[in-house]
């Protein structure tokens, strides 16, 4: 069965903090995506990695970045956390990237 | 990039009844899918429907397809309770590797 795990479920930082949120995926796919979740704004993407090393921004990249070492793996990086990351945090990965993607069940972060 | 626009913003139905809604998107897609949230967990994958087909059934849930309208309806038939829960869409961006979400429909069915 398809797995996606997030390291988190919910994560308490402080402003100015450097946070990782970590994504691990056991299908041997090829492409990984970061999303938050804001209400009234929908899926938004942050990130994506279609191969190990590569990355890609999405619609929000800002404030963000991200880290492919090895396939299954795909980390998110707030470099200093400030309150407007507040959010739900969601990765997915898809074995072809416009194909049905596998989420992970999300890390609510709140950044004080 | 495009978005898909889920109508309506929110649903309630009593159990039993079905419920349909919409999506709609502004330029050529190569697939639509639809995925449901339950309350503060991640995404499960419904339904994907490719751009030449207009009609898909899994279970009781039926996806329409319509290009030239550049819409899509979900339709749920004898709902459950279970089936609370948000309901997004989302469209290939041609030429990319990744998927727009709409903003979904959040559907309440009451016992």
């Known amino acids: 069965d398809v797995k996606v795990t997030q390291s988190s479920r919910y994560l308490v930082k402080r402003t100015g903090e450097k946070v990782f949120l970590e994504c691990v995926q056991d299908?041997?796919?090829?492409?990984m995506f970061w999303y938050r979740q804001d209400p009234g704004l929908g899926l938004r993407l942050i990130y994506f990695?279609?191969?190990?090393?590569?990355?890609e921004k999405g619609d929000i990249p800002e404030g963000y970045s991200v880290s492919r070492e090895k396939k299954e793996r795909f980390s998110l990086i707030l470099e200093s956390a400030s309150t407007n990351q507040t959010s739900m945090y969601l990765c997915?990965?898809?074995?072809?990237?416009?194909?049905?993607?596998?989420f992970g069940p999300g890390t609510r972060l709140t950044v004080l | 990039s495009q978005q898909g626009e889920e109508d309506p913003q929110a649903l309630s139905i009593q159990e039993g009844e079905n419920a349909t809604m919409n999506c709609s998107y502004k330029?050529?897609?190569?697939?639509l899918q639809w995925y449901r949230q339950n309350s503060g967990r991640g995404l499960v994958h419904l339904i994907l429907?490719?751009?030449?087909?207009r009609e898909k059934h899994s279970g009781r849930l039926r996806v329409t397809l319509d290009t030239s309208k550049k819409s899509s309806s979900l339709l749920i038939t004898a709902s459950r309770a279970a089936d609370t829960a948000s309901y997004f869409c989302?469209?290939?961006?041609?030429?990319?590797?990744?998927?727009?979400f709409g903003k979904g429909t959040m559907l309440l069915v009451s016992p």
């Open positions: 330029t050529s897609i190569n697939n």
């Open positions: 989302a469209t290939d961006d041609s030429g990319y590797s990744t998927l727009t």
């Open positions: 990695s279609y191969d190990v090393k590569m990355k």
């Open positions: 299908m041997d796919h090829e492409n």
């Open positions: 429907i490719r751009s030449n087909e």
């Open positions: 997915a990965s898809s074995l072809l990237g416009p194909d049905t993607q596998y």
